[in-house]
């Protein structure tokens, strides 16, 4: 007996969240992103890219409250928390970059995040970063 996944039975367009999460993740994270994260997950989980990319950018990105590099800089924040989440947190390098958070603020940010996360969560993202900056030609010594 074979079982349906029920998000793969969900309505996902009842109401257009998908299509504006698909607008506000292109407009953000720039649309070579988003379908190279597509087609990175569809073909192991359809529902699971379609359930984030509704939710998150379809969503939550358009509840009131927070603009889109407040929101931004909180989702910096809970990668680097979270640890273990490098992948994500060079897609949310690259998007933050893209809507003009400067790299000091993101280095500033994660060296906060030591204070409630821990050294090594913030040595972890900061390795990241610094990876993702020279790879963009933006990596800059605090004494320049």
């Known amino acids: 007996m074979t079982t349906k996944n029920p998000i793969d039975a969900y309505n996902w367009n009842r109401d257009g969240r998908y299509e504006r999460g698909l607008e506000t993740a292109n407009a953000l994270a720039g649309q070579e992103a988003v379908q190279s994260f597509l087609d990175e997950l569809e073909p192991i ?12 950018f379809g969503t939550l990105h358009h509840e009131p409250g927070l603009d889109h590099r407040e929101r931004e800089l909180v989702t910096l924040t809970a990668l680097a928390v979270l640890g273990d989440t490098e992948k994500e947190l060079q897609l949310h390098l690259a998007t933050a970059h893209r809507i003009g958070i400067p790299p000091s603020s993101v280095v500033a940010l994660f060296a906060h995040v030591s204070a409630y996360a ?18 963009q030609g933006l990596l800059q010594h605090e004494d320049q």
């Open 118 to 135: 821990g050294f090594p969560r913030t040595l972890n993202a900061l390795a990241v970063a610094k990876a993702f900056y020279a790879d």
């Open 45 to 56: 989980s359809e529902s699971t890219a379609r359930l984030i990319i509704e939710t998150v």
